[in-house]
C-alpha cells in the first residue's frame, strides 16, 4: 500500500513547486493561492488542504483568506474566461444585452457561468477601469472595448471553432 503521503506529493507536484518558491511562509499564502489557481484555474478543496497542511496553517485559515479574495474561485473556470464589465459606463452603453448574447449562445442557465465542457466561463465584474472603451468585455484578460453583442458572439464562435478543430 503507497504510503499517502508520498502519494498526495506526487499528485500536487506543481503544488509543491510553488510552496517550495515561496519557501512555505504564511505571509505569502496570497501569493501562494494565487499560482495555485493559474495552475487549475480555480483552488479545488483538497488543493486548499494540502496547502494548508504543507504550510502548517489550519484549513480554516486558508479556506478563510481563499474565500475573502473575490478574485479567487472554489469553483472550477474555462479555459476562456470572459467578463463582461457592468459598470456605470458600461452599463448606460448597454454591457446587459452583450451578457444577454453570450449566456444564451454558451447555453448558461440556472445561474451556471461556465460551460459543462469547462471551455468558457462568463463573468461579469463591476468596473474594469476601461470607461472610455465602454461597453468593455474581456476575455482572458484581453480588452474588447466598445463591444456589440454580435461582435463578442462572433468572438466566442471563432474560439469555440478553434476548439473543436484542435
Excluded: W
Excluded at 513547486?17 to 519557501?23: C, D, G, M, T, V
Excluded at 483568506?65 to 479567487?72: D, I
Excluded at 474555462?78 to 467578463?83: A, L, M, Q, S
Amino acid at each position: 500500500m503507497p504510503d499517502e503521503g508520498v502519494t498526495s506529493g506526487r499528485r500536487f507536484v506543481a503544488v509543491n513547486e510553488i510552496l517550495e518558491k515561496h519557501r512555505r511562509r504564511p505571509e505569502e499564502l496570497v501569493a501562494i493561492l494565487q499560482e495555485v489557481q493559474e495552475v487549475y484555474r480555480y483552488l479545488p478543496e483538497e488543493v486548499l488542504t494540502y496547502v494548508a497542511t504543507s504550510m502548517g496553517l489550519t484549513p480554516a485559515r486558508v479556506f478563510g483568506v481563499a474565500t475573502f479574495y473575490e478574485n479567487f474561485s472554489l469553483e472550477p473556470k474555462g479555459k476562456y474566461v470572459i467578463r463582461v464589465c457592468d459598470g456605470t459606463a458600461c452599463h448606460v452603453r448597454h454591457s446587459a444585452p452583450i451578457l444577454a448574447a453570450l449566456r444564451e449562445r454558451l447555453g448558461l442557465k440556472d445561474g451556471r457561468n461556465t460551460t459543462p465542457d469547462l471551455t468558457f466561463t462568463v463573468e461579469t465584474v463591476a468596473c474594469l477601469g476601461a470607461c472610455a472603451l465602454a461597453p468593455v468585455v474581456t476575455i482572458n484578460g484581453k480588452v474588447h472595448g466598445q463591444a456589440t453583442p454580435e461582435a463578442i458572439v462572433a468572438l466566442i464562435d471563432e474560439l469555440a471553432k478553434g476548439e473543436r478543430e484542435s
